[in-house]
Nanobody, 123 residues
Framework: VQLQASGGGSVQAGGSLSLSCVVSGGTFSSYAMGWFRQAPGKEREFVAHITRYSGGSRYYADSVKGRFAISRDNAKNTVYLQMNSLRPEDTAVYYC????????????????WGQGTLVTVSS
């Protein structure tokens, strides 16, 4: 299973970005999906996850709740992260992740990771 993340870039505070992550080599709809991020000098942290199949359940870190939205399109093998009202503290490399078991995403140990895409938010 391979994950390819894209959509990062530079934006001013208050702006928006949309990240995408295309999954290949597996049955995408069977995977729970998550987004994580790692800021310079900090450990990687959870951002959001979405359950497999219809994606009926979504969960967010408190730091992004109400500003970020995770979604999935099983027909396109893609998971998205819409990021609004961006803040300088959102600056990080963002990683998508996949696992057949949601719990492994929740605890931060999914089997599959994307390569990361850099988001820079300036004040």
């Amino acid at each position: 299973v391979q994950l390819q993340a894209s959509g990062g870039g530079s934006v001013q505070a208050g702006g928006s970005l949309s990240l995408s992550c295309v999954v290949s080599g597996g049955t995408f709809s069977s995977y729970a999906m998550g987004w994580f991020r790692q800021a310079p000098g900090k450990e990687r942290e959870f951002v959001a996850h979405i359950t497999r199949y219809s994606g009926g359940s979504r969960y967010y870190a408190d730091s992004v709740k109400g500003r970020f939205a995770i979604s999935r399109d099983n027909a396109k093998n893609t998971v998205y992260l819409q990021m609004n009202s961006l803040r300088p503290e959102d600056t990080a490399v963002y990683y998508c992740a996949a696992d057949l078991i949601l719990h492994k995403i929740i605890v931060g140990t999914p089997d599959y990771w994307g390569q990361g895409t850099l988001v820079t938010v300036s004040s």
